[in-house]
Each structure stands twice: as C-alpha cells, then as structure tokens.
C-alpha cells in the first residue's frame, strides 16, 4: 500500500485504476478538529461514497468538489455521522443536476433509510401525480445479492470496477450481544482486499471470520479512545492477535487522539488512518 498526501482542493473522482480510498473524515460523531469517518473510494473512472455525514458536503468543497459530482453511496447505518448529508446530496441531485443518484442498497435497508430518517426531510417538496416522492425518485438503487456461504448475513453488489461485499455487525443498541439483535449496520470488504468496520462495537469474530478467508492486505477498524457504548475502543481491539494488529489503521476515533499515538504504537497497530491522505493498493 502506497500512502500519498492530497494537495488542498485537487481530489480528482477518477485515477490509474489502482484501488484507492481516501477518507473524507476520520473522526467520531462529534468531532470538531477532523471531518466524520466517511470513506470515498476511487478507481479508474469508478467512484463510490460510503457514508455521507452532517460535515460531508463542506468537507467535499474543501477538497475541491461540490457534493454533486459525487454519484454512487453505500451507507451503513443510519447515525447523523453516517447519513446526515444525504438529505443535502439527494436535493442538489434532483434540483440542481437533474440527475438521480445510485445507492448500493438492499431492500431492508432501503425501508429502515427511507422511513425513519430521509422521508421526514425529502418526501415532501413536491408532489408527482398527487403523491409525495419516494426513495426512486431521488436513487437508482443497486440490489446486492445475498451470500449464502458466510455464517453472518452478508451480501455482495458491484459499482462498476469496484466491487464490495458487505455483512451485518454489532453496532447498536449496546446491550445487543449478537449481530441478528442489533440494528441494521455493515462493515465492507472492498475488491476482496480491504476491510472496512464503519462502526462496530468489540467483536472479535467478524475480524477473525472473515480474515481468515480473505488474508486482508488491510484493515480499517472502528476505534473508540475509551471503552464503553457502542463502538471498539483500544484497549479492547489490542486483545486481537499480532498479526491482526499491525494490518490495522484505525478510524472514527476522538480529537484527542494525539495523546493516544504511543500507546498505539506499543501495541502494535499499524496508526491512525488520516484525513486528506490516499491510500493506493497497487
Ligand atoms: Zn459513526
Ligand atoms: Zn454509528
């Protein structure tokens, strides 16, 4: 993996065609230092969002392009951090570019997206043939195939080149113990190389399970400072075994994470994934 710091306002949505991410935010929910971890990812003419937060518009701008130019989503789970600028994404789309959007998306997901969260803000600016709009109005969705040989519910879908399989996780609420209890979120596996948690409490045998059919080149992992709630903090991810931690970067994590940079050295994590920076996968 090459690591390449981005120039201020020069993103570009297409590249060589090596596998490329570049988090438009790194940080926790409530960061006020970084933007939110919400993960674009690149490769050849092929893009793709996953997540798009309260910050992620204003982030985009900053790295150079309105939010508009952004076409495809996969989102995780229903957190502000995670789908907070999609009202946003979803007007500019029908208003501005007169263009619908493309979500990977399945139909569960879709109901839990479009009833508790979207609907309220977006159903209602106009009426078509005397009804209000609803999530096709404003998405071309992607339906994923579901994978029957996985022990967790895991489904598969591809935006073009890129190609993503997604699975089920412990996120919330925090007294759920077992991925069929919580409520819906998913960690993706990108081109079958990279994994990525979104947010996800502890739960070592997501990492493990699908480690150990992928050989992942790379982690992405969900780190909380302190532990409790709903997120995998340190000290807990540090139980992994060795081989499992240096292959991990972690994400989400709280402003304060510069007085945590020793203690992740020591225990043996690759670092803090970072703003601003590609990760290339050549
Ligand atoms: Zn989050
Ligand atoms: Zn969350």
């Not at 701008?61 to 789908?83: F, K, R, V, W």
């Not at 569960?108 to 096709?136: C, H, P, R, V």
Request: proline share 2%.
């Amino acid at each position: 993996m090459q690591i390449k710091t981005l120039n201020n306002k020069s993103l570009k949505l297409t590249n060589d065609g090596n596998l490329t991410f570049l988090f438009i935010g790194v940080g926790s929910a409530f960061t006020k230092k970084m933007n939110q971890t919400n993960l674009l990812i690149i490769k050849g003419d092929d893009h793709l969002l996953i997540d798009c937060g309260t910050k992620c518009s204003t982030a985009f701008l900053n790295l150079g392009i309105p939010i508009t130019d952004i076409e495809n989503y996969l989102i995780t789970h229903s957190h502000a951090d995670h789908i907070g600028g999609i009202e946003e994404a979803a007007l500019m789309a029908r208003y501005v570019s007169k263009k619908k959007l493309t979500m990977i998306i399945n139909e569960t997901y879709q109901k839990i997206l479009w009833d508790m969260s979207l609907k309220g803000g977006i159903a209602y600016n106009e009426e078509k043939a005397g009804n209000i709009l609803s999530f096709t109005d404003f998405f071309n969705p992607i339906r994923p195939k579901k994978l029957k040989e996985f022990k967790r519910e895991t489904f598969h879908a591809k935006m073009n080149s890129i190609d993503v399989k997604f699975m089920r996780t412990k996120h919330i609420p925090d007294s759920s113990d077992t991925w069929e209890s919580s409520f819906w979120s998913c960690g993706i596996i990108i081109d079958d190389r990279v994994l990525f948690t979104s947010d996800t409490k502890y739960d070592p045998e997501l990492i493990t399970e699908y480690d150990s059919k992928f050989n992942f080149e790379h982690i992405f992992h969900d780190c909380q400072l302190f532990t409790g709630g709903v997120h995998a903090s340190l000290d807990e991810l540090n139980q992994l075994p060795s081989d499992i931690k240096k292959k991990i970067c972690l994400t989400h994590y709280g402003d304060n994470w510069e007085s945590f940079t020793q203690k992740v050295k020591d225990y043996g994590f690759k670092g803090f994934a970072k703003e601003k920076t590609y990760y290339i996968f050549n």
